[in-house]
């Protein structure tokens, strides 16, 4: 179990990283109804992780084994596309960065979000965890390293858990700090987001180059 965590670690912390989710959290907490949206949106983005990550770690368990020299082409092939989509997306993310003294492009939900309800905010937060492509790769690579570890049940059931909480942290930790300390949290929170706001790209295109890099390479071992 320890090397299936150990191997996803990177994973995990590609998806905690993702600008989007944080300046989304963040903005609910800066809105009129923080406390339920916000709540909303943590449930959300953490089922989504791991109905992502266990989708994959179950058509994991379903692909051919090692053969007798040891080597896992199938899993191979799934890393490297896998990896693949990884690179396109950093290229993407590095071409559509803002230039000097351009205002950088956010989703147009990202206006309604002083309107949302807790449902919208829970729905919202599964498909950016879920749905988002970006996420979708990460949580996908991270079910084909712990399906075919070998793990039983329960041990799969741990490792999914904690590259999860991993996962989720950096959306988690603002939610729960802000229910605490508000009245201290708000200026910090309104700096961060918009610090992200204008490295969203740059911060992306790095991850996912690296990350697609580190998955290539798992997925050459593979043979």
Request: aromatic share 6%.
């Amino acid at each position: 179990m320890g090397p299936a965590i150990g191997q996803t670690l990177p994973l995990a912390l590609g998806i905690a990283i993702s600008p989007v989710p944080i300046i989304a959290a963040v903005l609910m907490l800066l809105s009129p109804k923080a406390r339920t949206t916000s709540v909303g949106f943590l449930i959300g983005w953490v089922l989504g992780i791991v109905l992502a990550t266990t989708v994959f770690v179950l058509l994991s368990n379903i692909l051919p084994g090692a053969t007798d020299t040891g080597s896992k082409p199938i899993l191979g092939i799934v890393q490297l596309v896998l990896g693949s989509g990884m690179l396109f997306l950093a290229l993407r993310q590095w071409r559509g960065r803002p230039g000097p003294g351009d205002e950088p492009h956010m989703p147009k939900w990202m206006q309604t979000v002083d309107h949302i309800s807790f449902g919208g905010a829970f729905g919202l937060g599964a498909l950016l965890a879920g749905a988002n492509p970006k996420n979708l790769l990460l949580a996908a690579s991270a079910g084909a390293t712990i399906g075919s570890a070998g793990l039983g049940a329960g041990e799969a059931t741990v490792t999914v858990a904690v590259f999860t909480l991993l996962a989720a942290c950096t959306v988690l930790v603002p939610v729960i700090g802000y229910l605490v300390a508000s009245e201290r949290l708000a200026g910090p929170l309104d700096a961060l987001r918009v610090w992200l706001s204008m490295e969203n790209a740059v911060i992306m295109s790095v991850l996912l180059l690296v990350l697609g890099l580190v998955v290539i390479g798992k997925g050459i071992s593979s043979f």
